[in-house]
């Protein structure tokens, strides 16, 4: 397994060891979930090519409207959007 130095600020690293976590581990996991993130961000750009090049771009219109959708959904706030 290949090693990596990383750099932490002094009041990470002191919050790290306060805690007793293991920095190792808990990077290993955060830099899995950022590729994934980076992953998923990379395949809706990829659909949403493939569905314009499909049904064409939205007008003004439609953007305006899926916009208004979209922060009505997140105003409600993630345990009330069902």
């Known amino acids: 397994m290949p090693r990596v ?3 932490l ?3 990470l690293h002191e919050q790290l060891k306060r ?7 808990l990077l290993q996991i955060a ?6 993130r980076q ?10 090519d493939e569905l314009a090049t499909e049904v064409g771009e939205p007008t003004d ?11 009505r959904i997140r105003e409600r706030g993630l345990g ?3």
């Open 5 to 7: 130095q990383v750099y």
């Open 9 to 11: 600020p002094d009041d």
């Open 19 to 25: 805690r007793g976590l293991p920095a190792s581990e």
């Open 31 to 36: 830099l899995r979930a950022e590729l994934e």
């Open 39 to 48: 992953d998923a961000l990379d395949a809706t750009a990829d659909y949403l």
């Open 61 to 71: 219109r439609q953007r305006t409207h899926a916009d208004a959708i979209a922060r």
């Open 80 to 82: 009330q959007a069902g």
